[in-house]
């Protein structure tokens, strides 16, 4: 902001913070309208963490699964889902109100848009679910923003951000985070392929791809495509092992070991970073990024897929999600495109460019080549 712009900020907070002001503007339809609305939306700031609690009830009891695909009663949702038809009816009523289920009768129940949503994405509900130990490590907030909870549950829960010697992490440290985000993958796997043509490559490496989610999906979309996935020894165990439950383990490669050190063994001219950078702080990334220089091939496309920083709503609203989570992990950042754009060029690649995908709440896409 400008000096002027500021001056009429802060002349604007007086007059808003004014009780002689507000009673003012009450009594001017046009003005009231706009002063209600910005009430809402401040009450609905203020009681937030109310509505997160409603939609976790409504996962944990399997509500979205109890209405899938059918409009049922009260008793027989209550019965499905082990709750008192008094206790169910006071929740659903509170699902109504979040837009979760509409009422499309007397005593008769169905799911709206968002609930239809949350019925067929497993992992979109398996991140709910998540939530219960990030709540509990922001839930002394003044402590945590003040810097002084130091050990959290999600730090313990994400293995690989602990220090020591990521690739001697055992299968029972990376078993549960794996399988977090083979089920919440679906979205934005299809989110990442819509946005941008994997066809026009040979090959395509997936670096820290985990159980093989992404790689599944773009051998899926593009039959003709080699496939190689690169993450920890205990990880690709557990690829190698959903490779083959999807039948694409035969079109697959799987190299094991730690993309920070060891080398990448890579002819592929197509090398994608899935939800990977935003994991760590700017030291790691770099090194990262400079060990993936050292070992691609000449000419080879990198690409940067994962939820990105900005000022239009749905990369305002990752940042504000994930500035948190990230926070309570103890490692990473939401960058921007440019700020990705940046390490990039520090670490050699070039042609950097960003560019949106066809939802940016979910990812930002940057595209460079070594």
Request: aromatic share 6%; glycine share 8%; with cysteine.
């Amino acid at each position: 902001m400008n000096s002027f712009a500021v001056r009429l900020r802060l002349w604007r907070n007086r007059q808003i913070a004014s009780p002689r002001f507000r009673a003012l503007v009450a009594r001017l339809p046009v003005l009231r309208g706009i002063a209600n609305r910005k009430a809402n939306q401040l009450f609905r700031l203020t009681t937030g963490f109310v509505h997160t609690q409603i939609l976790s009830a409504c996962v944990h009891l399997g509500l979205f699964e109890a209405l899938e695909g059918a409009a049922r009663s009260t008793t027989a949702i209550a019965s499905r889902c082990g709750v008192t038809p008094d206790h169910m009816r006071n929740l659903l009523d509170q699902a109504r109100r979040l837009d979760l289920v509409v009422n499309a009768g007397p005593d008769l129940w169905v799911l709206s848009d968002a609930g239809a949503v949350l019925a067929s994405e497993r992992g979109l509900r398996e991140m709910i679910r998540h939530h219960d130990m990030f709540y509990r490590d922001i839930a002394n907030s003044e402590a945590f923003w003040r810097g002084e909870v130091r050990e959290t549950e999600l730090r313990r829960y994400w293995a690989y951000v602990r220090g020591g010697a990521p690739a001697t992490i055992g299968s029972a440290d990376v078993a549960p985070y794996s399988a977090l985000m083979r089920e919440s993958q679906a979205m934005l796997a299809d989110c990442i392929l819509a946005s941008h043509d994997f066809g026009q490559y040979r090959s395509v490496l997936d670096i820290g791809g985990g159980e093989g989610a992404f790689l599944c999906a773009a051998g899926n979309r593009h039959p003709d495509l080699k496939l190689a996935l690169f993450d920890l020894p205990a990880v690709t165990e557990l690829a190698s092992r959903h490779l083959r439950q999807q039948g694409i383990l035969d079109r697959a490669t799987l190299h094991s070991g730690d993309f920070v050190t060891d080398r990448i063994p890579t002819t592929d001219d197509c090398v994608s970073l899935i939800r990977i950078l935003c994991d760590h702080d700017d030291e790691r990334a770099l090194l990262i990024l400079s060990n993936l220089h050292r070992h691609l091939s000449p000419g080879a496309t990198l690409i940067v897929a994962e939820a990105m920083a900005g000022d239009s709503e749905g990369p305002n609203l990752a940042a504000l999600y994930f500035g948190t989570y990230f926070a309570a992990m103890g490692s990473g950042r939401c960058r921007t495109a440019h700020e990705i754009i940046a390490l990039l060029a520090q670490c050699g690649f070039h042609h950097a460019t960003a560019s949106t995908t066809t939802n940016p709440l979910l990812a930002g896409l940057v595209t460079a080549r070594r």
